[in-house]
T-cell receptor
Framework: GAVVSQHPSRVICKSGTSVKIECRSL??????MFWYRQFPKQSLMLMAT?????????EQGVEKDKFLINHASLTLSTLTVTSAHPEDSSFYIC???????????FGQGTRLTVV | QKEVEQNSGPLSVPEGAIASLNCTYS??????FFWYRQYSGKSPELIMF????GDKEDGRFTAQLNKASQYVSLLIRDSQPSDSATYLC???????????FGKGTSLLVTP
């Protein structure tokens, strides 16, 4: 099976600082990576879609200047939460899809707590 | 706006019983339907997917799809306490294969 590794699994940061979350496809090349966010008792909501080598496509209501997504290689995408605030505290989950395959594989998720 | 609706539960069933989880969707053009299981604090894991009307069985799990009624369900036979989790129904959000999830149904299997 395809393995997607997400790091860190948990992070606590101070309000106003930035946090970077990494998503790696370990045994396949991911042409597309998706970033989701899940608030407590809510479902996963798509934040953005990133294709290798191009700018990410953000969903309506997601600030692209606040949530910086970089997909510089076929195995790595990063999400940087800039100037984090307590309302950004959430569970962030990435998934990766390889070319020609419709199934996407999920990372383990990152629990972000902003204090 | 494509909607995926699920009863939030909790749905409580005794061990060994059949758990029935339901999902409705608004986009009649949806073609692919997914069931994920999510344990608390973990990311979702795919249980099964279904494309065609009718039933699809995989071990203790059976997915049922009725496109005319825009309804998809998941049956879990011989429910075990380890099946206690939140079950998420999902459809493709767009042509890029991102997923649109329902809010999930919490299942509790009691010993």
């Amino acid at each position: 099976g395809a393995v997607v590794s997400q790091h860190p699994s948990r992070v606590i940061c101070k309000s106003g600082t930035s946090v970077k979350i990494e998503c790696r496809s370990l045994d396949f090349q991911a042409t597309t990576m998706f970033w989701y966010r899940q608030f407590p008792k809510q479902s996963l909501m798509l934040m953005a879609t990133s294709n290798e080598g191009s700018k990410a496509t953000y969903e309506q209501g997601v600030e692209k200047d606040k949530f910086l997504i970089n997909h510089a290689s076929l195995t790595l995408s990063t999400l940087t939460v800039t100037s984090a605030h307590p309302e950004d505290s959430s569970f962030y989950i990435c998934s990766a899809r390889r070319a020609g395959n419709t199934e996407a594989f999920f990372g383990q998720g990152t629990r972000l707590t902003v204090v | 706006q494509k909607e995926v609706e699920q009863n939030s539960g909790p749905l409580s069933v005794p061990e060994g019983a059949i758990a029935s989880l339901n999902c409705t969707y608004s986009d009649r053009g949806s073609q692919s339907f997914f069931w994920y299981r999510q344990y608390s604090g973990k990311s979702p894991e795919l249980i099964m997917f279904i494309y065609s009307n009718g039933d699809k069985e995989d071990g203790r799990f059976t997915a049922q799809l009725n496109k005319a009624s825009q309804y998809v369900s998941l049956l879990i036979r011989d429910s075990q306490p380890s099946d206690s989790a939140t079950y998420l129904c999902a459809v493709y959000l767009n042509s890029g294969y991102a997923l649109n999830f329902g809010k999930g149904t919490s299942l509790l299997v009691t010993p």
